[in-house]
């Protein structure tokens, strides 16, 4: 587990924008450090299509990421990720292993909806 980080308030909170998104495309990212999954992930009308890579090997495929909702913000500064610029940072937890669970909503929300 990770140390808990200071309290921050709430305005520092409402600065991270945190959006659901749906993966309309996924590959494999070979030339990643990390195994690791490229996506592209579709935020609505107001954001559009951003990419991102993400190090979920050991619980998703690319195939079977195509459609699922997942959760990222929005708002950071693209990122250089070797020969890949990341757009958006999609949010996951580990699980016992280490591994990246992804963030989902568990019910059906428009891509775009803002996590409040």
Not at 22 to 44: M, N, Q, Y
Not at 70 to 89: D, K, T
Not at 94 to 112: E, F, H, K, R
């Amino acid at each position: 587990m990770s140390e808990r980080q200071p309290e921050i308030s709430f305005d520092d909170f409402l600065k991270v924008d945190i959006r659901a998104g749906r993966v309309v495309r996924a590959e494999p990212f070979p030339e990643a450090r990390k195994p690791a999954i490229k996506l592209w992930i579709d935020f609505g009308a107001e954001i559009g299509e951003k990419k991102t890579s993400a190090q979920i090997t050991d619980h998703y495929t690319p195939e079977g990421l195509i459609g699922k909702t997942v959760m990222a913000v929005v708002n950071f500064p693209p990122r250089q990720i070797g020969p890949f610029m990341s757009e958006v940072l999609t949010l996951g937890v580990s699980d016992a292993n280490g591994a990246v669970v992804l963030i989902s909503p568990d019910g059906d929300v428009q891509p775009g909806g803002r996590m409040h």
